[in-house]
């Protein structure tokens, strides 16, 4: 029902900016919240941010306040997520996520992309 496709991801060092691209097709997008989630090898998924339909609301993990800003433009049925001081601690696979529900965005998603690989060297 709904295709999702990141984009963005790279090989920076600590402290620089990258900014990540989920684009979406298929239903209306604006139908559903948004969410970003990480992986690093080994690891647990980890949530990292989540913006409502209407970009009204947003929440992230304590782990990137301050430094990761979510945002999406339903015009162009794509949401971003704009992160910068990034640390290595930050190297994981990140996957956005559709959901028809704000409050378990942070949980599960309907709908996911493939991934995309972000490696922060220090």
């Known amino acids: 029902q709904v295709q999702l496709v990141e984009s963005g991801g790279g090989l920076v060092q600590a402290g620089d900016s990258l900014r990540l691209s989920c684009a979406a097709s298929?239903?209306?997008?604006?139908?559903?919240?948004m969410a970003w989630f990480r992986q690093a090898p080994g690891k647990e998924r980890e949530f990292v941010s989540k913006?409502?339909?209407?970009?009204?609301?947003?929440t992230y993990a304590d782990s990137v306040k301050g430094r990761f800003t979510i945002s999406r433009d339903n015009a162009k049925n794509t949401v971003y997520l704009q992160m910068s001081s990034l640390k290595p601690e930050d190297t994981a696979v990140y996957y956005c996520?559709?959901?028809?529900?704000?409050?378990?965005?942070?949980?599960?998603?309907?709908?996911w992309g493939q991934g995309t690989q972000v490696t922060v060297s220090s």
């Open positions: 996520a559709a959901s028809q529900s704000y409050s378990v965005a942070s949980d599960r998603g309907d709908y």
């Open positions: 298929g239903r209306p997008f604006s139908n559903y919240a």
């Open positions: 913006i409502s339909g209407s970009g009204r609301i947003t």
